[in-house]
Every structure is written in C-alpha cells, then in structure tokens.
C-alpha cells in the first residue's frame, strides 16, 4: 500500500539560519518520521538546502523560482486588494501558487501544510477548496508595531488565514487562545517550537557557581527583530550596570544576526554576532539571559538554552508561551533589577539542579521527538 505524503509549503529558503528557518526544519524533521514529505520552497539567502536538510531522509525539495513582471505584478496587487499587509502579500508569486495546488492535487496526497503568512496567503484559494493547516510562526495581531492600519491589515489577514484552514498551529497556548478569540468556529491547535535536544550535549553546571571572575553571560537572539533589539538594549544599558555593581568582572556575550553596525559601549561585551556553531558558546556560559518585554509567540532561544542544561534568567514575558515555572526551571526577572538580581543569584549559586530541571522539560517538551507525536495525535 502506498504511503500518503505531506506537502508542506514555505517561503523560507531551508537553512536554519533563523527562527523561522528552525521552525520549519523541526517541524519537516517531525513529519518526516511520520510520511514522506514534499518541501517546497523558494530561496532566498541560499539556492539549495542546507546540509542539515540534506541529511533528514524521506524528504523531496521543490524549489520555486518566482518570476518577475506583469503576472507577479497582478498577483500581488490583488493579494494587496484583500487589505493584508505587504509583508503577507511581496513573496506570493504565480510559480509559488501554481507548484504549490499541482502537488497537493496529486493523488494519494496527505497534510498540506502552509508555513508562513506569504505561503498561506499565496495558498489561500487552494486552502477554500481542500483541507490546508496554517503553521503559524506566532500570532502577531496582538503585537504588530505600526499604526492602526498596520495593526487592523494584519488582523484582517490573520481572520482570513485561519478560517480558511481547515486546522491551525500556534506555537503557544497563549497564541492559541488569541486565535480561538479572532475566530471562535476555527480548530487551533498547540505546536510548539522545538529543537534538536538529541544531537544537543548538555553542559555540566558548576555546583556551587562561580565567584565573578571569569563568569559570563550569553545573549542569543535574531536582532534584526525588534523585540530582540530592545532586550538587548535593556540587558546592556539597565541590567548590566547592576550586576557589575556586585560582580564587576562578569562578561557578556551576544551572539546573532543583526548586530552589524553595533558597538559595545564596554569591553566587558562581546558583540559575536552570527556564530554558525552556538555549541560553544552555551558550553562557555554560566547563564543565559531572555530579557524580552514585548512580541509573539515562544522564544526558541530560551527552549534551546533549556535543552543546552544552562541557567535560564527570564522575564515574565519570554516564559509566557513556554511550560516553565519560575524558580523551577528558570529565574524571573520582571524590570531591571530583578532581572539583574536574578542573574547575581545564579551565578553565585550555580543554579545546577534547575538547570537540570530545564534540561529534562525540553526534553520532554520541546524535542523533535515530542513534536512528531503531538502531530501524529
């Protein structure tokens, strides 16, 4: 009897350079165990798969070369008449719309999976017809900066995205319960963020933390994002300050994309940018830091820092999406000198058995593993 296939459908070249490219990666890795999978993509910073991509087995890649003029114009200019925002509406081409429906029309095809807004707004029409799951990055209605308009085009295409599939994916309970309210009828499901916590060794936390000197504090995020950029402003310029105040040779580290252009304002930081191997670099720190105060979805940097067996120092809002508990799994931090007594804290102490805490929850939580079974169900 032949297997039925998926299709999952993405804009986002497959590289697991970013979040959204990890998204994507996990969740193939995940449907992958469970049937064949057709990827479609359409390149962007790179033509072909990744290596990692390469490696996953029982996977086929279509790559979509979109077409500039007349066509792609009309296309975009009537995707942009539905009142969603140009984000949703730039990528969509006719090669994407056309390679996509073709393959999910073929026979014996199973889930069809659309894995970002331009993909779900490209598969719109297909997604009236046949039964489409929307792989939602975060719901972002509640949090797009920008003026009213920004917010109410952005919030029209999340109703329309949602009511038409026939399933959506949130990456939080949270996200989920926003999406359950701008469309109560709709089926949401929860489908966390994951990682590879297999292939990821654990550091061995020092049992009794360090006295200062030497410790160092690690920073990971995408900060072309502006939820990242403005945590990252606030560890340096609130939270930092204050820990020196009681450990005043603690080093910091920042690590990802987007910090071109960007100076440390004291030798004491080390502006990495984007490492291609952040093993390191958790090997290396005491405690990571999640100072986030705004934005969607789950942080997958915090569920790696957990997996990695590293102190978590965090704020109310970085947990939100995640099934953490404070003093548990993580330090919470709630303005800057909580977050920075937080991080003294851990340092001092060590922090060993909550990190170890955290380490057993992404296992349990946020593995690859774990998600091909939530799917399944």
């Given amino acids: 009897m032949t297997r039925q296939r998926d299709l999952y459908i993405t804009t986002y070249a497959p590289n697991v350079a970013t979040g959204r490219d990890m998204r994507t990666y996990t969740c193939v890795r995940a449907l992958s165990m469970l049937e064949p999978v057709d990827l479609v993509y359409v390149p962007h910073d790179t033509d072909e798969p990744s290596e990692l991509y390469r490696a996953i087995g029982n996977v086929e ?26 984000g949703c509406c730039r990528g969509v081409s006719p090669e994407l719309v056309e390679l996509g429906e073709r393959l999910a029309d073929m026979p014996g095809r199973g889930r069809v999976i659309v894995a970002d807004a ?27 900066r920008g003026s009213r308009l920004a917010q109410a085009a952005m919030r029209r295409f999340e109703r329309a995205a ?31 963020n994951v990682v590879d916590v297999t292939a990821i060794e654990p550091r061995v936390v020092a049992p009794h933390g360090v006295s200062g000197a030497g410790a160092s504090v690690l920073m990971v995020g995408d900060f072309t ?4 950029r403005d945590a990252r402003d606030l560890l340096v310029e609130g939270i930092l300050p204050l820990v020196w105040e009681k450990m005043g040779e603690v080093r910091l580290k920042l690590a990802g994309r987007g910090m071109d252009g960007w100076s440390a304002p004291d030798p004491r930081i080390d502006a990495e940018g984007f490492v291609d191997d952040l093993a390191t670099l958790y090997a290396q720190a005491d405690c990571v830091v999640v100072p986030l105060t705004e934005g969607a979805g789950s942080p997958l940097k915090f569920v790696e820092a ?12 970085a947990a ?17 000198h909580s977050l920075a007594g937080a991080i003294v804290d851990v340092l001092y102490d060590g922090a060993a058995e909550m990190a ?14 774990s998600l091909a079974e939530r799917i399944a169900a």
């Fill in 162 to 192: 949602i009511s038409a599939s026939s399933e959506t994916w949130m990456v939080s309970r949270v996200d989920v319960e926003s999406a359950r309210r701008l469309v109560p009828a709709a089926d949401v499901r929860y489908v966390p």
């Fill in 118 to 144: 331009t993909a779900a707004t490209a598969m719109m029409g297909l997604a009236r017809r046949r039964p489409v799951t929307y792989n939602a990055h975060n719901f972002e209605s509640d949090y797009v």
């Fill in 61 to 86: 890649f279509h790559k979509v070369m979109p077409s500039r003029g007349a066509r792609r114009a009309a296309l975009y200019a009537r995707t942009r008449a539905s009142g969603f925002p140009a």
């Fill in 356 to 369: 170890a805490r955290g380490r057993q929850l992404a296992e349990r939580e946020y593995s690859i593993e």
């Fill in 225 to 228: 994002y502006a939820p990242n």
């Fill in 306 to 317: 957990l997996a990695y067996g590293v102190p978590v120092v965090a704020t109310p809002r």
């Fill in 320 to 336: 939100r999406g995640l099934e953490v508990q404070s003093g548990v799994h993580y330090r919470e931090g709630s303005d800057a």
